[in-house]
């Protein structure tokens, strides 16, 4: 037996073995369990385009369905292990690359094959799908991703792919949203050339999630965590899989530039003008840049996750920044702090420098995040959003996701319910500058709950 295997064997039984490092043992784990795990958990995919296909099995085709879901998992879809190679091989000069498939199935359709359910061994989740995507009643019952650098080949994949659902089972499809990656520019400390991913209101967006395969010790924080934190046993095959919550979350760019420029224009009036360049930043945590305000000396690829809010500097992150409420970075390190594994890609045109001029009420002008995360329980996912609306540390509702669950503010509430202290920023009267109504940009179209069944599960279905 290779030696890996054996160290991999053992870290599984003792788990709180000390021998190795967290990225040696990552790496051990991996090398074991790397063909039954779905890509894109441990790895992001990295694709430019995707495409999240939400179906509905046909009630009476449960032995057809079982057929088409292990004949994906034998030959499409994207192992963890099948990822790493890919990437490996990857060269942007020699075309676009490989399709990343993954598969995810709600607890509805655990019942519908009629398994045992991963919703069921953990302690929440009934997996109905919320709102926005139960039209009529339906029940979605699995979602397909889809992920390309050819946006052209993606579109002969989503209808190869959707046609297959629909010939080898009945499955119907519910919904199909389409995703692209946003690119940022800026410059390095050096001067050279900077392009990152970003969201819609611009900013440098996936930069804190954990590191896994290699040491990210940094002087103030450490990005290592063990990959354990994010998966779950599957019932039944002793393999791995994770919880995956998908909310398709619509950004309000207008407001957020109007509330920007709102605030702009107080810290000029309360003689705080030199912060005002960086005002929306103080609501996100970063630049745009995805520079930390806690720490604008760590602005570049190799440091810009290496920050915590302790020293007296960090008193220019308010305490309701967005990543703040999200990550007080309280441990220093990413194996306890951070639960979630953020993989989702924006959805919606690219302004253009006249998108003023663009109707915000017309379908095709919506804008906004395909939100994915990883983890290991839907309890987990809950806890985390529930930090926008509560935290110890933190007063005010996270300004970028807060009341994404609850009763959306209208224009009358929003005052209210958006109050922001910044305790760095003293008012004329020498008391905390407070901002009201920054909040509210982001609207939850619709979210359900799913599990990244081990491709072991998946081709075992008869
Ligand atoms: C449209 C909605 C959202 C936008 C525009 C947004 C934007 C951002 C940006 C710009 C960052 C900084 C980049 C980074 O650290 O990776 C960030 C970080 C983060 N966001 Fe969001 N986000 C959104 C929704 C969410 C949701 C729904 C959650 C979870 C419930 C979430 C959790 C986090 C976490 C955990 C971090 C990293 C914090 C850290 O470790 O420092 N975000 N987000």
Redo the contacts with the bound molecule.
Sequence with gaps: MPIEYLQAFISECYPKAKFMKTNESNQNWFTYYQNSLQGNIVRPHGRDFARLIFFQFDAVRAQDTKKLLSGLARDFITSAGLQKKQSKKWNPKAGHGELFIGLYLTHAAYVFLDQDSPFNSGSVTNGTPSAGLQKDGQVIHCMLLLAHDGKGKLDNHQKYFEDKFADDCGAKKITAEEGNKLIGKSTNPDGSPREYN????G???????PVFFANGKGDHYDATADIKNFIAKEPGTQKYGSFLVY?K?E?DIQRFKDGEAHLRQQLETIGAGDLAANAAAMM???TQN?TPVADPSKNSLDNW?DFNYDHPEAAKCPFHA???K??N?QHKS?NQ??K?L?R?IPYGREEAPEWKLLNPADPQNKK??L?L?FQQSIEV?NT??A??EHSEESPGIDP??GF?NNEFPDDNTRSSRFQHEFPAIRNRNNKPFRFDGFGGF?RLESRVDLFAPSLDFLKNLT
Excluded: K, T
């Design positions: 970003r969201d819609h209101f900013y440098a967006d996936g930069i804190s999630d909310m979350l950004q996100i945590g970063r995805g996750n967005h990543i703040r999200m990550n970075r990413a702090d951070i979630i953020r989702g906004g995040l939100f995360s996912f985390q959003l930090l926008a970028i996701i994404l982001v």
